[in-house]
């Protein structure tokens, strides 16, 4: 008798449901970091250095002595200042005293209180020369090398050392003009740097060029990027992605795609009603892709299953079985 053939085995596939989610156009840029706040520190004067407060690469705070000047003439200035200060103030105060008993005149008064300021105001000029030999940090960063030594003659213009502000980091890129109604200050981004391919930083446009070059056809916009672990530094290349407009389109998996060339294609997996599957073959248009899936501009409709494991061996119209259905929520 003879053994009756048995049924050829159906290939195997995964599919999963075309859906409707957010999608964006995302705006590639190359750009160049720049510390927060930057300064040159020198001095304003001629004198000689006599003494350094700080090393290289030093994290200083806002006020803190960096240089210290030749200062043995002002400070002799400062003491004497100083004592004709106490002095005026003590002969105002008795004349003042003698005057509201009524045994000085009026005309003693006002020349002892003109003492006093003209006193007051010498010991603020000294001061100020003394605070010239003085150099101080502008504000919170971290230095950079150290160009001079104690006993050099420190000129105006001569730079000392470089402070950078290095907190919050600022990217300056361009962006084509057509792009000119999709950047916005606010609007998010993430960057990244040759030098630390593991970290993505995140930040977000601060501002905005007011005007197009007419060169490049493009616009300059500035972002700011937290810097909490220092690992940034100005003239860092970086690219940088912007989120671009948002908008609602259809998207499958990126393992639904089947390219061969310009041409793209997916698997549409068809049941009638006896429970029979079977795969068409449809050539789609992409679109953006994004964490995973790929918007499809035009070929595929909402709901419609594609398969996304198992269809490389696949010929337009074969049956299958689909052994698994992923479905997912509408991604955003």
């Known amino acids: 008798m003879p053994v009756s053939a048995q049924p050829a085995q159906l290939p195997e596939i995964i599919a999963a449901p ?23 520190l020198t001095s304003s004067i001629t004198e000689t250095i006599a003494e350094i407060r700080f090393s290289d690469g030093q994290r200083v705070e806002r006020g803190q002595v960096l240089v210290a000047l030749t200062n043995r003439e002002q400070l002799a200035d400062l003491a004497e200042a100083e004592a004709d200060l106490d002095e005026a103030r003590r002969q105002f105060e008795r004349v003042s005293d003698l005057a509201e008993r009524g045994q000085e005149s009026r005309a003693m008064l006002d020349r002892s209180r003109r003492e006093l300021d003209t006193a007051t105001a010498r010991l603020a000029a000294v001061e100020a020369r003394l605070s010239d030999r003085l150099i101080v940090a502008p504000f919170d960063g971290v230095l950079g090398l150290r160009n001079v030594s104690v006993g050099s003659l420190l ?3 001569t730079v000392v050392t470089t402070l950078v502000d290095d907190s919050v980091m600022n990217l300056d890129f361009g962006v084509p003009e057509l792009r000119l109604g999709q950047v916005h200050p606010g609007l998010r981004l993430s960057a990244r740097s040759r030098a630390w391919p593991d970290y993505e930083f995140e930040g977000e446009v601060t501002s905005i060029s007011n005007v197009v070059d007419p060169v490049t056809r493009s616009f300059q916009v500035r972002a700011r990027l937290d810097n909490p672990d220092g690992l940034l530094r100005p003239g860092m290349l970086m690219t940088a992605t912007l ?3 948002r908008r609602q389109a259809v998207s499958v998996p990126e393992e639904a795609i089947l390219s061969r060339g310009r041409e793209h294609h997916v698997l549409v997996v068809r049941t009638d009603e006896q429970g029979q599957s079977t795969v068409v073959r449809q050539r789609v248009e992409l679109g953006t892709r994004s964490r995973g899936r790929v918007e499809i501009r035009a070929g595929l409709d909402a709901d419609q299953r594609v398969v996304i494991h198992g269809g490389f061996r696949l010929s337009d119209g074969q049956a299958v079985r689909v052994q698994a259905d992923r479905t997912q929520a509408n991604p955003t």
């Open 155 to 157: 000129t105006p213009g």
């Open 18 to 40: 075309a859906v409707i989610s957010t999608v964006s156009d995302p705006i590639e840029v190359l750009g160049t970091l720049r510390a927060n706040e930057s300064a040159e």
């Open 243 to 245: 989120e671009g407009a």
